[in-house]
């Protein structure tokens, strides 16, 4: 690859641009608290932050599920359901020893 480039390689993936936001996820197996928001809409398609999502209005939330890890990294999970306990579950599919306040 052309080192003029090197960095674009990042930047997308096979079907362009990633929409929303990236996971923060620790490598460790940790038992966590984490908080579970859904992101309000800004325009439809835009959280708050204007991060682009697409399909806003078409039945899903996003859900937000953060916190920090034992050795302090932060934790950023993001999940598209119709409700929050959907959200937990997939949270989970994540990162199983999760658990949520409320």
């Known amino acids: 690859m052309n080192k003029k480039y090197d960095n674009l390689r990042w930047a997308s993936n096979n079907r362009g641009a990633e929409m929303g936001r990236i996971n923060e996820i620790p490598y460790e197996n940790e038992v966590i608290k984490l908080n579970l928001v859904r992101l309000p809409w800004v325009d439809g398609d835009y959280d708050p932050k204007g991060a682009y999502w697409g399909c806003g209005g078409r039945g899903q939330n996003i859900y937000w599920a953060n916190g920090i890890s ?21 949270v989970r599919e ?9």
């Open 70 to 90: 034992a050795c302090l990294k932060p934790i950023n999970i993001f999940v598209r359901a119709v409700t929050r306990k959907d959200a937990k579950e997939q």
């Open 94 to 102: 994540e990162m199983p020893r999760a658990s949520f306040y409320r």
